[in-house]
């Protein structure tokens, strides 16, 4: 994709230039320089005129006769940003332009042309502004390609893979979509090599620090802007561009930040349809998450639904399948999910494309069922598409955990009751197939006593308040999330049954907690990816996991004490950090730890 401007250099070669026999004096460096306009000008302080990227054409009439006259008339055309200096030899030159106007415009980079034969100036004019304006209504239509493409990609709801796919198909350049710890999402190498593309990613990312929000980095040549909706940024859309060539088009720009907006508007999209009491329970349930509606109006419309939350003790629970992908995807266990890829759904290859939302309502009814069979009070509804959300609403926090127990024993009734009586051996290939589902023959388990429930039942601390029931909520979500890969079976998770480095694992594609690592490490992480040979960050480990021990920790980084002792003290100056304070190491640790839950498969 071409620049809208056309530079000095391809200026030369228009016909009515090369009638005027042009030839380059001065300012050699400064040729492929963009004509915004052209100006014609035959007075010496015509710089205070202008605005900078015109191409200045003069007889030379009006320039003056001494020599500091024409240094000061060349450094302020310099000064103003001037694409370049046409003069026409005849009537104030007759064999060339004086040396000093010469010399004046090689010292500045200004390109200094003469015209050697008669031209008329509106020739040169007009066909430097067609050729703007030509380039203008090309750059105007595929900026409306580019509005198209990407509203309809909006509406469709389209995957991450499919906005790059198509924004590289406008740009013809390679597009990486990261998030804020520098892991690649999803990207496209536009036909070249995305070994080469993605080889050593995070460190080479780290380099690339733009100016503001949309930015071009011309020293990595890469065009940069922020992915996020509802003020909370979550990633970086990245576009090379040459470092070689200039800088970006407008329309590259425009692009780049429609694909980010339909990037962050496909991550709010929820396309699972439900009946409409459903549809209540989760406006009710996403209101408490996301304070959309005041807690008076969400007790109110509960309590119509039968719901009564007023004056109860709440408590946020949260049932998932251990495994992301459904049951039908054969050979993945179920306690280890599925390899994911982004823009793909592994559920449509075995069962259909409704294999995945069909589960996920499989899951909200059984939990609805137990919900009614425990005798228990609660808002249910899916909160995302793995995880059901359920608020207990108890007369008396001394039934909490009753209610619980009952609850998790119900859920477990219902799911194993809902396998078809009329199967005669019962036994299934995958324990965590949702209730109501056909069971598919295969390496027989039997279900009587399943080496461990293929679902999680997650509550978050009770609460007395409405108000309060948002914590209880997110409390359980993450508790759930963290259980998935805890190898015991209990009825029901509560945050104690999860550690430090569990709780860091749910909660590494947070983007706060991603800004968190960033913040604490990221000059730490910027320096090793410019001396990939010291590593720091292993020192840093060291010393932190020994409990501050300096000797234990140059024994176990493998060197002296000496050279310990100095990279401690430099990891200091990188992170303006006082490594013998005990708050400053702790949340130091804690990043590290984080660290590692975010880069785990």
């Known amino acids: 994709m ?5 530079t000095v250099r391809e200026v030369l070669d228009l016909v009515p230039v090369r009638h005027g026999a042009p030839r380059l004096v001065a300012g050699n460096a400064g040729l492929d320089r963009s004509v915004r306009w052209v100006h ?20 030379g009439i009006g320039l003056p006769g001494d020599d500091a006259g024409l ?81 309809e990609l909006s509406v469709e709801g389209a995957e991450p893979a499919e906005v790059l796919r198509q924004a590289v198909e406008l740009a013809g350049c390679p597009m990486v979509l990261e998030n804020l710890s520098r892991q690649v999402l999803a990207y496209d190498p536009a036909g070249e090599n995305a070994e080469l593309l993605l080889d050593g990613w995070e460190r080479h990312s780290r380099q690339i620090r733009p100016p503001g929000r949309t930015a071009y980095d011309p020293d990595s040549g890469w065009l940069v802007t922020t992915v996020g909706a509802r003020g909370q940024d979550w990633g970086r859309l990245l576009l090379r561009w040459p ?35 459903r549809q209540i329970h989760r406006t009710l349930l996403t209101a408490l998450i996301d304070h959309t509606r005041p807690v008076d109006e969400v007790a109110l419309r509960a ?19 251990r495994a992301d992908e459904p049951a039908g995807d054969a050979g993945a266990p179920d306690d280890e999910p599925a390899p994911a890829r982004l823009g793909t759904r592994r559920d449509t290859d075995v069962e259909g494309p409704e294999a995945g939302p069909a589960r996920l309502r499989d899951l909200a009814e059984a939990v609805s069922q137990a919900v009614r069979d425990a005798k228990l009070t609660a808002l249910t509804s899916p909160l995302d598409d793995q995880a059901v959300g359920a608020l207990l609403a108890l007369p008396d926090p001394a039934a909490e955990e009753k209610a619980l127990s ?32 056909a069971v598919a023959s295969g390496s027989a388990r039997p279900v009587d006593a399943p080496p461990r429930a293929a679902i999680v039942v997650a509550a978050g601390s009770g609460v007395s308040s409405l108000r309060e029931a948002r914590r209880s909520l997110i409390e359980a979500r993450q508790v759930a999330e963290a ?56 020192t840093l480990r060291a010393y932190l996991e020994q409990g501050r021990n300096k000797s234990a920790g140059a024994a176990a980084a493998h060197l002296s004490r000496p050279a310990f002792y100095e990279r401690l003290a430099r990891i200091g100056r990188i992170l303006d950090a006082d490594l013998d304070s005990v708050d400053r190491c702790l949340s130091l640790h804690v990043a590290l730890l984080a660290l590692d839950a975010i880069r785990a498969p």
């Open 483 to 538: 259980a998935r890969r805890d190898p015991r079976d209990l009825p029901c998770y509560r945050l104690p049954h999860v550690g430090l480095a569990g709780l860091l694992h749910l909660l590494r594609d947070e983007p706060r907690l991603q800004t968190f690592v960033e913040r604490e490490l990221g000059p730490l992480l910027a320096y090793d990816a410019q001396h990939p040979r010291e590593q720091l960050l292993g």
């Open 243 to 277: 470092a070689t060539e200039s800088t970006p088009p407008t329309r590259l720009t425009i692009l780049i930040e429609r694909a980010a907006s339909t990037l962050a508007l496909g991550r709010l999209i929820r396309r699972d349809a439900e009946g409409l009491e």
């Open 40 to 59: 014609i000008a035959e007075v010496p302080d015509i710089a205070t005129l202008l605005g900078g990227g015109e191409l200045v054409l003069t007889t």
């Open 71 to 151: 240094r000061e008339f060349i450094g302020a055309l310099a000064d103003v940003g001037v694409s370049g200096l046409v003069v026409e030899l005849g009537r104030r030159y007759v064999s060339g332009v004086p040396r000093v106007m010469a010399a004046a415009a090689e010292r500045r980079g200004l390109p200094l042309i003469e015209l050697r034969r008669g031209t008329p100036f509106v020739r040169i004019t007009e066909a430097v502004h067609a050729l703007i304006v030509d380039a203008q209504l090309t750059e105007l239509r595929a900026t409306e390609e580019i509005h198209q493409r990407f509203t």
């Open 406 to 437: 009952a609850f998790a024993a119900a859920l477990r009734r219902v799911r194993l009751d809902a396998a078809p009586a009329a199967r005669p051996a019962r036994t299934v290939d995958a324990p965590d197939r949702p209730a109501g589902r």
């Open 2 to 6: 071409s620049p809208v401007f056309p």
């Open 303 to 321: 309590k119509a639904l039968g719901v009564v939350l007023d004056r109860r003790h709440l408590v946020g629970v949260v049932v998932r399948h």
